[in-house]
C-alpha cells in the first residue's frame, strides 16, 4: 500500500491498522501505530523508504492492543525511533502478557491466547503522553483521550487531520463481531461525545477506510453500545450468572463465536456492561449460592421508558 497523504505533514499507510504518518520539518518521520507484527512493520518501514526517503524516529501508540503497537519493537530495532504511549496502556506495550492475562481474568493465560493476535512482542517505552498537546519536529499535535476501547486510548489531531484509533470500528466489522469490544463503556460513550466534537477535514480511523466526516461512524457505534445497553438489564430479569448473560446477550445479537480468542475478547465487554449498568443502579449483582448473580435492580426503568431527569 502506498503512502497516502491528506495535508502537508499528514498522511497516513493504509492496511488492515491504518499506520498514521507525521512529516517533521527537520525531514524525519513519526508513525501513529505499527500494525501487528514483524512483517507488518517491515512493510510499512519499506514503504516509507521508497516513498518519501525520511528516518522514523518516533512511534506515537494510540493504545495497546497488539494490533497497534505489535510491530513497535522491529521499528525500534531498524530504525531506534522513541516510542510514546498513553499512561495505563503503556504499562502494556513493556509487559505485552498483560493483554491476554487480562482477557483471562486476570490470570496466566492458556496456550489459546497467546497467539500473535493477542500476545505481541514487548516494546520500550521512552515517554508517557501526559500532556494535551505535544509537538513533533515542529509540528504541533493535540492529544485526544479517547479512552473506553482501551484505558489509556488516545487519538491525535494534527493539521486537521483526526487519527481517532478505535473509537469507532468500521460497519463491516461490527457487522462481523456484531459487539465491539470495550474495557469500559461510561469512557467510551464520552469518547464518542467527544470524537464528535473534533474538528477535523479527514479522519483516520485505526481500521477502515479514511473519510472525511467521522459523524456517521459515531452514530453507528454509539447505537450498537446503546441497544446493549438497553437488552442486559432485560436479560436480567431472571437472574443469571455472568456467564449466561454473556451467552444471552451473543444470542439475541447473534455474535459470532467461533474459537477462545473471540470469546475472550468479549467476555471483559459484557462485564464492562454488568459494570456500567449496575454503577447506573440498573442492575445488581450478589452472590446467590456460591454463584455471583446478576438480576434486574427492583424499579429499574422498563427498556423504551424515558429516563427519569428529575426537577
Ligand atoms: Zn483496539
Redesign the pocket.
Same mark, same amino acid.
Given at each position: 500500500m502506498p503512502v497516502v497523504m491528506f495535508s502537508e505533514v499528514a498522511g497516513c499507510v493504509p492496511g488492515g491498522v491504518n499506520v498514521g504518518i507525521i512529516l517533521g520539518g527537520d525531514g524525519s518521520v513519526a508513525v501513529i501505530d505499527t500494525g501487528l507484527n514483524e512483517s507488518n512493520a517491515k512493510k510499512t518501514l519499506k514503504t516509507i523508504a521508497a516513498e518519501l526517503n525520511r528516518p522514523v524516529t518516533r512511534i506515537l501508540t494510540t #493504545?495497546a492492543?497488539a494490533? #497497534?503497537f505489535g510491530g513497535n519493537a522491529t521499528v525500534v530495532k531498524r530504525t531506534g525511533a522513541d516510542v510514546w504511549a498513553p499512561p495505563v496502556d503503556e504499562a502494556v506495550l513493556r509487559y505485552p502478557i498483560l493483554q491476554p492475562s487480562l482477557l483471562f481474568a486476570g490470570a496466566d493465560p492458556p496456550p489459546d491466547l497467546r497467539g500473535g493476535f493477542l500476545l505481541a512482542d514487548a516494546s520500550p517505552v521512552d515517554h508517557v503522553i501526559t500532556e494535551s498537546r505535544i509537538e513533533f519536529e515542529g509540528v504541533a499535535i493535540d492529544v485526544v483521550p479517547l479512552y473506553g476501547?482501551?484505558p489509556g486510548q488516545i487519538g491525535f489531531l494534527v493539521d486537521g487531520i483526526f487519527f481517532c484509533a478505535?473509537v469507532v470500528l468500521p460497519e463491516s466489522v461490527l457487522a462481523k463481531y456484531r459487539i465491539p469490544y470495550l474495557y469500559s463503556v461510561r469512557d467510551h460513550l464520552q469518547a464518542l461525545d467527544r470524537a464528535e466534537t473534533i474538528e477535523h477535514r479527514q479522519v483516520v480511523p485505526?481500521h477502515g477506510a479514511p473519510s472525511e466526516n467521522i459523524l456517521p461512524a459515531v452514530a453507528l457505534n454509539r447505537a450498537l453500545v446503546l441497544d446493549v445497553l438497553e437488552k442486559v438489564p432485560e436479560l436480567c430479569r431472571e437472574p443469571k450468572t455472568a456467564e449466561s448473560v454473556f451467552h444471552a446477550v451473543l444470542e439475541a445479537f447473534d455474535a459470532p463465536i467461533t474459537d477462545a480468542p473471540v470469546y475472550y475478547l468479549l467476555h471483559p465487554t459484557i462485564h464492562a456492561f454488568l459494570s456500567e449498568l449496575a454503577t447506573r443502579g440498573e442492575v445488581v449483582g450478589e452472590v446467590v449460592d456460591r454463584r455471583m448473580v446478576w438480576r434486574r435492580a427492583k424499579g429499574a426503568r422498563e427498556a423504551g421508558q424515558p429516563v427519569e431527569t428529575g426537577g
Open positions: #493504545h492492543h494490533d #497497534h476501547h482501551s478505535d485505526g
